[in-house]
Structures are given as C-alpha cells and as structure tokens.
C-alpha cells in the first residue's frame, strides 16, 4: 500500500533503496537519537530493508518529485511495540536525512500516518516517544498534537549499548479528530 501527501510518497521499502538508506542512516547525527547505530556500508542498509524495514506498516518516506527514499515512518503494532499491549493501540516511529530537516516533511508524513492508523486501521490510541535531548523529535510530536503521558527512566537502549531517559507521547482518537478539525 502506499500512502501519499502534497510532497511526499510513502510506499514499503525495497531493496534498490540500499544506496539512499545509506546516505541519510550512515549520518551519526541521525540513528543514534533514534536508538540505532548508523549503518556502516550499502550492504548493511540493505540488510536492514530486509531485516528490518520489510515489515507491515513501515514506509519508505519518498519525496514525490524524485521518489528517493529519504527518511522512513511507521507503526508498530502488537509484539513490535513495548509502549502496548492493546490491539487497536500502536507505536509510531519515524526518522528523516539530515538535509531534508526543518522542512516539515516528517510532520506531513506523520499526519498522513495518523490519519492512517485511525481511519484505515482503526486504531484508538497513538504512542510516541523520544530520548532525552531529541528536541527535533519531541517538537515534531508537540506539533502533531500528541499529548505528555510518561517519563521512564533508565531505560535500555539495546542497539548502541546504552541506559537512556525515555518520554512517552500519546495520540487519541479524540484528540487527533480535534487536530484535524483546528486544521480545516
């Protein structure tokens, strides 16, 4: 399925995406915020696609004018979460290239998505998160409408081997109603 928005496609990822997934995730300014390492060779980002990214729900973030792939979304649902155990609740997660920030293109793909998981899916509740000091993450969330639910401390960041602060956003149906209707 691919979804779209006035500049964006967001389709599954394929495996001659390696060569833009490793331009954009190799920058060490943006996995290591997210919780993972930057991928270190083309080989790597294609493994990961394969791995990783072939997953339902997760979207290659495509500017429409060119189709490159520069920044991925998705929502993880049942056991690919630790945010929930309900059915009709999952987590969203997204990252964009570094030369691609403050455009806005990642709080346009994540409308999109939302509108996704509660019109398409009908899903009753959005989490998010972001480690302490990601503020561009933090804001993208504030920006969407997502709402402070928890901090958790000491949690363990796996992939690089750390103990990071974690913050919990929430999107509820209701509330994101009330987002689209501030927007029309």
Request: proline letters at 4%.
């Amino acid at each position: 399925m691919n979804l779209q928005t006035e500049r964006l496609i967001l389709r599954p990822w394929q495996e001659d995406d390696a060569e833009s997934l490793y331009k954009y995730a190799s920058d060490p300014e943006v996995g290591p915020w997210a919780g993972w390492p930057p991928h270190t060779s083309v080989e790597d980002s294609r493994d990961i696609i394969r791995n990783v990214l072939f997953v339902p729900e997760t979207y290659a973030v495509c500017l429409k004018e060119n189709g490159v792939a520069v920044g991925s979304i998705g929502l993880k649902t049942g056991d690919a979460t630790d945010m929930t155990d309900h059915a009709d609740e999952c987590e969203l997660g997204y990252w964009i290239g570094q030369p691609f920030w403050g455009q806005g293109l990642i709080p346009e793909a994540s409308r999109e998505i939302l509108r996704h998981a509660f019109e398409d899916l009908g899903m009753r509740a959005v989490w998010c998160g972001y480690y302490d000091g990601n503020t561009k993450s933090r804001r993208v969330q504030e920006k969407l409408g997502f709402i402070y639910h928890h901090t958790t401390e000491g949690l363990e960041v796996r992939l690089m081997n750390e103990i990071r602060t974690g913050h919990v956003m929430l999107m509820t149906r209701e509330t994101w109603e009330k987002e689209c209707r501030k927007s029309e």
